[in-house]
């Protein structure tokens, strides 16, 4: 059986994701997402591992979804409201959405799944920072070059180049 | 725990559903990247659902790495859309006509 709070952080994070695929405004969408991702660490909170919940809550929701923001503002006023759509496309989109979610949904209801609960204690997050420390310690150091280099690129590639602009629209 | 693990799985099979019919059929280079970053937190909850119900500590470190590499992701993309607005002043991926080979 779920609990209450089990529903209301679906409910949320399912109907926040539709808004935020569907809602006319882009603002408006990308505060949607934040109500997904919200949802997604009071799942994190509701299976006992609060360390992931906050870093989801510190990363997605205070830095990601900000950065989000900030980039539709940079865009046009025009192209935030625009919402050019081929009808075909979007029915066949639903219906390739419906498909995944049966013929998914199916399978894992008919799979061993469903008999899984669980007494035991939740993991303790100081093994988390044990395992960090010990046996992910070479995946730990290639992920801090991977961000580093990420936020040099990223910053490389928006950086203004003046005078280059005109001539790239010679198309 | 009165939840089960088949519950969490069905709500991130559905998130992955929604980020699969946004990724097909939006043309908004923004709403794609909110789709992906749907997709990749339905990931994410699964990793940690059966990491609790196992129970390890493999899914939570997983699913931290993952957080991590998902946020250069989105630095990298956000930096995309800038560069491509600037060269096309759209937003729209059917207007990226360079990008096409």
Partial sequence: ?171 | MSNELIDFVIVSVALLAIGIYGLSVKRNFIRMLFAVEIIINAANLNLVAFARFLPHSGGQTFALFSIAIAAAEVAVGLALIIVAYRMYKNIDVADFRSLKG
Wanted: proline share 3%; glycine share 8%; charged share 15%.
């Fill in chain 1, 1 to 171: 059986m779920v609990d209450t709070f089990f529903l209301a952080f679906a409910v949320l994070t399912i109907v926040s994701a539709i808004a935020a695929l569907e809602m006319r405004s882009l603002i408006y969408g990308g505060i949607a997402l934040m109500g997904t991702l919200g949802g997604i660490a009071g799942f994190f909170i509701l299976l006992d591992s609060p360390f992931v919940a906050l870093f989801q809550i510190a990363v997605y929701v205070g830095s990601i979804a900000v950065l989000i923001l900030f980039t539709i503002m940079l865009v046009k006023r025009e192209l935030i409201f625009q919402k050019k759509e081929d009808p075909k496309r979007r029915y066949a989109g639903i219906g390739l959405m419906l498909i995944i979610m049966i013929s998914l949904g199916a399978l894992i209801f008919n799979s061993g799944l469903s008999s899984i609960t669980t007494e035991e204690p939740p993991v303790d997050y100081r093994e988390i920072g044990k395992d960090f420390l010990t046996y992910y310690w070479p995946a730990l150091v290639v992920m801090a070059l991977v961000l580093s280099s990420s936020i040099t690129g990223a910053m490389v590639l928006a950086r203004r180049h003046d005078g280059v602009e005109d001539e790239q629209r010679t198309d």
